[in-house]
Every structure is written in C-alpha cells, then in structure tokens.
C-alpha cells in the first residue's frame, strides 16, 4: 500500500485503509496521468503481485529439478514414450521399469498439474474478487471520482495491470509445466493429455481460465461490493464453468474411429482418448455396444444375426489435444472479454 504523504500540485486525500490518491491521479508514479495511476494500482496490489513472482519462481525451480531427475531416469532405462501396455516393440519387457517411474514421479507431476487446475480460481478469489470489491465496500472509491482522471479511466488501470500480470504469470508455469510434460507426460507417466489434471495445466487453457477467473471476480465485486460474497461466488462459478467444460470437451471438434473386424484385439494408438464403441456390420451400418445384451440365447449367433462384421472405437487420438485445447480456450477468453465489457458498462452507468 501506498502510505507516505505527498504535496501535489493538485491537492491529495487519503483512502480509509492509507492509500493516497493524488489530485491528479498519482503523477507521482510517471509523467501522465495514465502512468501515475499504474503506479498507484501496483502498489495498493504489490502483495498479490509479489505472491505471484513468488509462485513462478518458486514453481519453476521445483519443476526444472522434477524434469532433470525424470528425464535422467527415462535415459538409464530406455522407456521414454513406453506405457505399461504399448503396441511400440521397443517398449517390450519395459513394464517393470515404467511401474517404478510411475511411483517415483507421477505424484509429484499429478500435484504440478493440479496446482494449474486450482490457479484460476485463486485468481479470482484472492484477485479479482477484492479488485473493486473492497473499494466500493469501504468507501474508498470516492475518492477517485473526485479526481481529475475519469472513473473508467481509474478502471482501466485497475483492470488492466492484474490481468497483465496474471497472464504473464500463468503463460510462465503453463510453459514451464508443459516442458516438464515433454519429458514424462502421458504414457509413461499414466497421466494422459486428455484427463481433467493433464488438459487443464497444458497450453492456453489454463491462461484462458486465468483470465476468466478475474473477470468473475471483478464483475462479482462491483455487482455485490461485499470482498467476501464476491469470494465465495467467484469460487462457485468457476467451479461450475470448468466442470461444465469437461463436459462438452469430448465435443469441440470431430472424433476420429477406428474400425477392428471380428476375432481381431481392439487396441487404439499410444495416446488415443477414447470415446464410444459399439458394432458396425458388413454394410458400415453402427450398433450399439449393448445390442445383444439382453439377448439371453448365445451372444456370438446374437452377433452373426446382425451381421456384426467389427468393432469400430471413436476417439480423439493425440494429434487433436491441441485444436480441442486451443478451441477451448478461445471460447474461455471470449466469454472473459464478455465479461470485462459488462463490468465497464455497468461501471459506467453507475459512476459515469
């Protein structure tokens, strides 16, 4: 916060928790009035900031020693890209070894993908909620509309620093993990690209969701100006939005199938996220997977009956992590950006 007294050419007041503002919106903190009142906004939110280099640094550091000591292990035993049940012939008589990495490792590389899946709603709970929640609860927000700077130009640097901040943030550890990913994720690790931990912490996902979460929170905290409702209600919606996601994923983009004719094992690539499975016939017509299960004669004439002539297995095989994480991510900033107008329209109509 900002606590030190200072004479102004244009007067000065004092928030009620010490906070100065200047009568010309801070120039103290540069030349014009735009970077007086950055300078303002970093340091009434210096703490969360600092919180923040803390969590990269700190994130960073842990997962650059996780990789060094995975990625040394994969060499001395030669299973890189192996799975306890591979089709690659390189990865033969390997299970044993891919066991151990698993145990040694998986957690620690589950708890880096989790604390990308949590991320989000801490920013919006313990950023964005309190962004304009606590100035409009304690009062403090009129004194900027007595100020030669507008009001939405007050919130523009209110808005804009913590979002910067928070995707500089989020692109670091979701670059970091993702390079750490490259070495032990997905099959040798057992965590998959396509699980709710390994999709959320890789790529623009979790960014997206970043910037979701602080639009949530600001919007909340100008639609209740109570700090904690705004919490407890931007931890609630981004709770339902991601889960929701999780949802509709399966659905972004087109899923590919695999055919399999009859007495032939059904195994899908390294990778491959499946879906739905079921029968096809000798003409490509589908059936479900259930449609001789309540036939009680013998299941196999149940199956010539119908012509079964396969198997077909819908997936998303790993060439489609990337379109379906850019897909939605784009759709998450679209609705951050939907959300970041409302809080100026409705700033504007309440304060001008």
């Known amino acids: 916060m900002c606590s030190t007294a200072h004479q102004g050419t244009g007067g000065r007041a004092h928030t009620a928790d010490g906070t100065q503002e200047?009568?010309?919106?801070?120039?103290?903190?540069g030349r014009g009035p735009l970077r007086g009142l950055l300078w303002l906004v970093w340091r009434q939110?210096?703490?969360?900031f600092g919180a923040l280099c803390l969590i990269v640094i700190g994130g960073a550091v842990w997962?650059?020693?996780?990789?060094?000591?995975?990625a040394g292990y994969l060499d001395v035993h030669h299973i890189a890209g192996c799975s306890l049940i591979s089709l690659d012939p390189r990865c033969a008589g390997t299970q044993e070894a891919v066991s151990d990495f698993r145990g040694a490792y998986a957690p620690s590389l589950r708890y880096a993908a989790m604390g990308l899946l949590l991320f989000p709603a801490v920013v919006g709970v313990f950023l964005g909620a309190p962004l304009i929640a606590r100035e409009l609860e304690s009062g403090t927000h009129k004194v900027v509309l007595t100020q030669s700077?507008?009001?939405?130009?007050?919130l523009v640097a209110k808005t804009a620093l913590p979002a910067l901040a928070v995707l500089a943030a989020t692109s670091a550890l979701s670059a970091?993990?993702?390079w750490v990913w490259q070495v032990g994720g997905d099959e040798v690790s057992g965590t998959y690209w396509y699980s709710v931990l390994g999709f959320n912490a890789l790529g623009p996902v979790p960014v997206a969701y970043a910037l979701l979460a602080l639009a949530v929170g600001t919007l909340a905290g100008l639609l209740l100006r109570r700090t904690v409702a705004s919490m407890a209600v931007t931890l609630g919606v981004m709770a339902v939005v991601q889960n929701l996601f999780l949802l509709v994923r399966p659905y972004l983009r087109p899923t590919a199938s695999a055919v399999f004719p009859n007495h032939e094992s059904v195994q899908l690539p390294d990778g491959s996220w499946p879906q739905q499975q079921g029968y096809v016939t000798?003409?490509?017509?589908?059936l479900a997977d259930n449609a001789c299960a309540s036939f009680t004669g013998d299941y196999e004439a149940c199956l010539r009956d119908h012509g079964v002539a396969g198997t077909y297995y819908d997936n998303h095989p790993v060439s489609h992590h990337w379109p379906l994480a850019w897909t939605e991510a784009g759709i998450v900033l679209v609705l951050a950006v939907a959300l970041t107008v409302i809080v100026f329209r409705v700033f504007k109509r309440r304060f001008g």
């Open 149 to 154: 700077v507008s009001p939405l130009r007050w």
């Open 282 to 286: 000798g003409s490509g017509a589908r």
């Open 176 to 178: 970091v993990f993702a």
């Open 45 to 48: 939110h210096r703490a969360a």
């Open 22 to 29: 200047t009568g010309r919106a801070g120039e103290r903190g």
């Open 63 to 70: 997962l650059a020693v996780l990789r060094g000591r995975m």
